[in-house]
């Protein structure tokens, strides 16, 4: 299984980067997808959140209205388009996949994402 994170680097307060996902090696429409983030010394944290199918998707309230989660279940992407960016969101993104019908959960190696002046 391959989970495998780019898109990130650094960005100016109020620029935008998209982040991309790609997976392989398992069935990719049986596996939830979500987008974390951590920083120093802090608990990795969700950031959203995407069903299998992609009908369904969750974005939590720090980020809503300036990030978005999408999946290509043909090219097997999970894609995190970021608007807005603040200094806080700085960190290092990895991308989740969870098995739909089973505990299985695979990792990525996290892309940084840096936003500064």
């Known amino acids: 299984v391959s989970v495998v994170e780019s898109g990130g680097g650094l960005v100016e307060p109020g620029g935008s980067l998209t982040l991309s996902c790609k997976c392989s090696?398992?069935?990719?429409?049986?596996?939830?997808a979500s987008w974390h983030r951590q920083t120093p010394g802090k608990e990795r944290e969700l950031v959203a959140f995407?069903?299998?199918?992609?009908?369904?998707?969750r974005i939590v309230d720090s980020v809503k209205g300036r990030f978005t989660i999408s999946r290509d279940n043909v090219r097997d992407l999970v894609s995190l388009e970021m608007n807005s960016l603040k200094p806080e969101d700085t960190a290092v993104y990895y991308c989740?996949?969870?098995?739909?019908?089973?505990?299985?959960?695979?990792w990525g190696q996290g892309t940084q994402v840096t936003v500064s002046s």
């Open positions: 989740k996949l969870q098995g739909m019908s089973s505990r299985a959960e695979f």
């Open positions: 090696g398992v069935p990719f429409d049986e596996y939830h």
């Open positions: 995407i069903t299998g199918d992609g009908n369904s998707a």
